[in-house]
């Protein structure tokens, strides 16, 4: 029986190959918070609390209103004055209630924001259950 031997070749794989594809660890990467979310634990109809490193994010920026877009409900904006206390703490203050009534936030609920510049935030709500909640108009459309 005759004897084989293989040879293992480098295809640009692993140790060795000359050259690392390997992403930068990610403490030398950028902070980019552009997505986030609050769970309500407390009465949903009162002023919001944006997380710290999303203020951070703004860098100093500090809007005196924001515009709340929900997903997939259209073009319509929600104006909803921000307060800042001072130490570098954002919240949703007046006409977050009336954005809170009309999209069914409420204890429990998790609110997906996602900046999309110019002061827009879009916005999902998810039930205590972890479902979306879906708002149409009064016109339906199929699809």
Known sequence: MASTSRTRTGRGRGRGSGSSSLPPPPSTLPLIIEEFFIVVYED??????????????????????????????GPRLWTVEVLFDGQGRMYLDKGWENFA??????????????????????VKVFDGTMCRRYYYSTTRYRR
Do not use: N, W
């Open 101 to 122: 009534i009309a999209h069914g936030v409420d204890f429990g609920s998790y609110v997906h924001f996602k900046y999309e510049g110019d002061d827009v935030l879009t």
């Open 44 to 73: 949903p109809l009162v002023k919001k609390a944006l997380p710290k490193k999303f203020v951070d994010y703004l860098d100093g920026q500090e809007p005196a209103k924001v515009y709340l877009r929900a997903a997939d409900c």
